[in-house]
């Protein structure tokens, strides 16, 4: 084979983004990202990327490409709307002090 | 890890034009003076973005470049818990990198474009890489100094405004310290054996010495984008206030090693309470930053070679995702006829 090979670093792999549960009993967690040719190495670089000291049991790829994300533009519209409904919390209610386990 | 002030070198930012754009500066200011985080996605000033692609990326290659010197001394440290530990460094080392270059990608460059500038040349990393590590008490000065330096430019770096800075700062500043204390520790072993190793240890301080007191970087007369950085929130602490808190934590430190600082002019100065120090020759500083250092070409051909011998691993890696996903993919047709 005489071909040259194609330079691959003239395009970056697809980015994967890395969650990681730390120990059993807890959720996984974002904790950055990476690329890889594929899902498999991505598994690999993200347990030499981050859990040189036993952060994890357990890891998570997802390809960035793939996560649909709200758009910051309209953050006001999403979330404002739970700012005026403070009767979602225990402490709107006023209770007297005599009254126990409440 | 090892991040250097070289904010004197970049672009100057640019001056917004639309009243558009500076009514959303003046909120984006607002927000920054607010402590709020910025995040990726988040409208931000465009000089703002350059400046964190600058300076993360720069970063980043600081770190990657930063694995040479110390990687040139794994086949040759003195003990195998000497060379495990210094494995466990270098590599270490590659990862901030690779938390760095992410944190700059989501600026919107890309980890190839990044790569492009540092083989080129085009790209700056930290001076103090450029400099040859000729013993094996250079290892040890290297962790004491050059990491300590570097730890003191950084942890203020964990409360930078730009979310993903920070958080890759965080990572970063809770694996360094490990790397100053071993190198202290080289530095202690050394410093307490034959004379021949206390007079090894004396060597490496007084080459590292100066070199470690520039990372700071320019003084902050001549340092023109530090107001910009701090009123953004990038940057804490001017380069000097930085400088002076490593001369005062690590002179107490040098006399515990019964070592000597290679400053004739260094005294302690009781009215402000502080070390005060000799001259810096800035002419150094700006010679290395320019490729004048006594490694720089070595440097970069080392990373060069590496990126093209690595050329094929790449391809076969690229050329195996490609057939898995082939196969995979009439694997599935296959169950579906």
Request: include cysteine; proline fraction near 4%; aromatic fraction near 10%.
């Given at each position: 084979m005489s071909d040259p090979l194609p330079d691959p670093s003239a395009a970056d792999w697809p980015l994967f983004e890395v969650f990681i549960r730390s120990r059993s009993g807890l959720e996984h967690k974002h904790v950055g990202s990476l690329h890889a040719a594929d899902a498999r190495m991505a598994i690999e670089h993200a347990r030499d990327v981050y859990t040189r000291r036993q952060e994890g049991v357990s890891i998570w790829v997802v390809r960035s490409a793939d996560i649909v994300a709200s758009d910051p533009g309209e953050a006001e519209a999403l979330f404002e709307p739970a700012r005026d409904k403070v009767y979602r919390h225990p402490t709107f209610y006023a209770i007297p002090d005599e009254v126990k386990n409440l | 890890m090892y991040t250097q002030a070289l904010d004197v070198h970049g672009r100057e930012p640019v001056p917004a034009a639309a009243a558009e754009v500076a009514a959303a500066a003046a909120r984006f200011q607002a927000r920054i003076d607010a402590d709020e985080k910025i995040e990726p996605k988040d409208w931000m000033p465009d000089a703002y973005r350059q400046t964190l692609i600058r300076q993360i990326s720069q970063h980043a290659h600081s770190e990657i470049v930063g694995m040479l010197p110390e990687g040139n001394w794994i086949t040759r440290a003195p003990s195998l818990r000497r060379?495990?530990?210094?494995?466990?460094?270098?590599?270490?080392?590659?990862?901030?990198?690779?938390?760095?270059?992410?944190?700059?990608?989501?600026?919107?460059?890309?980890?190839?474009?990044?790569?492009?500038?540092?083989?080129?040349?085009?790209?700056?990393?930290?001076?103090?890489?450029?400099?040859?590590?000729?013993?094996?008490?250079?290892?040890?000065?290297?962790?004491?100094?050059?990491?300590?330096?570097?730890?003191?430019?950084?942890?203020?770096?964990?409360?930078?405004?730009?979310?993903?800075?920070?958080?890759?700062?965080?990572?970063?500043?809770?694996?360094?310290?490990?790397?100053?204390?071993?190198?202290?520790?080289?530095?202690?072993?050394?410093?307490?054996?034959?004379?021949?190793?206390?007079?090894?240890?004396?060597?490496?301080?007084?080459?590292?010495?100066?070199?470690?007191?520039?990372?700071?970087?320019?003084?902050?007369?001549?340092?023109?984008?530090?107001?910009?950085?701090?009123?953004?929130?990038?940057?804490?602490?001017?380069?000097?206030?930085?400088?002076?808190?490593?001369?005062?934590?690590?002179?107490?430190?040098?006399?515990?090693?019964?070592?000597?600082?290679?400053?004739?002019?260094?005294?302690?100065?009781?009215?402000?309470?502080?070390?005060?120090?000799?001259?810096?020759?800035?002419?150094?500083?700006?010679?290395?930053?320019?490729?004048?250092?006594?490694?720089?070409?070595?440097?970069?051909?080392?990373?060069?070679?590496?990126?093209?011998?690595?050329?094929?691993?790449?391809?076969?890696?690229?050329?195996?995702?490609?057939?898995?996903?082939?196969?995979?993919?009439?694997?599935?047709?296959?169950?579906?006829?």
């Open positions: - | 060379k495990a530990v210094l494995i466990a460094k270098v590599q270490d080392e590659g990862g901030h990198g690779m938390y760095l270059y992410s944190a700059a990608e989501t600026l919107g460059i890309s980890r190839a474009q990044m790569f492009e500038q540092l083989l080129s040349g085009a790209a700056k990393y930290s001076s103090i890489f450029n400099y040859p590590t000729l013993t094996w008490a250079d290892v040890g000065a290297i962790g004491w100094l050059v990491d300590g330096a570097a730890i003191m430019n950084q942890i203020p770096i964990c409360r930078c405004s730009y979310g993903p800075y920070a958080r890759a700062m965080v990572r970063i500043c809770k694996e360094e310290s490990f790397h100053q204390r071993q190198g202290f520790e080289i530095m202690l072993t050394l410093a307490r054996g034959s004379a021949a190793q206390h007079a090894m240890a004396q060597d490496a301080l007084n080459r590292w010495w100066w070199p470690s007191i520039m990372m700071f970087g320019p003084s902050d007369a001549d340092s023109k984008h530090t107001a910009q950085s701090m009123r953004w929130k990038i940057k804490r602490f001017s380069n000097d206030e930085l400088r002076q808190k490593f001369i005062d934590i690590t002179v107490p430190q040098a006399r515990f090693l019964e070592l000597s600082i290679p400053d004739p002019a260094l005294r302690w100065d009781e009215a402000t309470q502080h070390f005060s120090s000799g001259p810096i020759d800035w002419n150094e500083f700006h010679a290395v930053l320019k490729g004048s250092g006594p490694c720089n070409r070595e440097r970069l051909e080392a990373r060069r070679s590496a990126h093209q011998a690595g050329a094929w691993v790449r391809a076969a890696a690229t050329a195996h995702a490609a057939k898995q996903a082939a196969r995979a993919l009439a694997s599935q047709e296959a169950r579906q006829a």
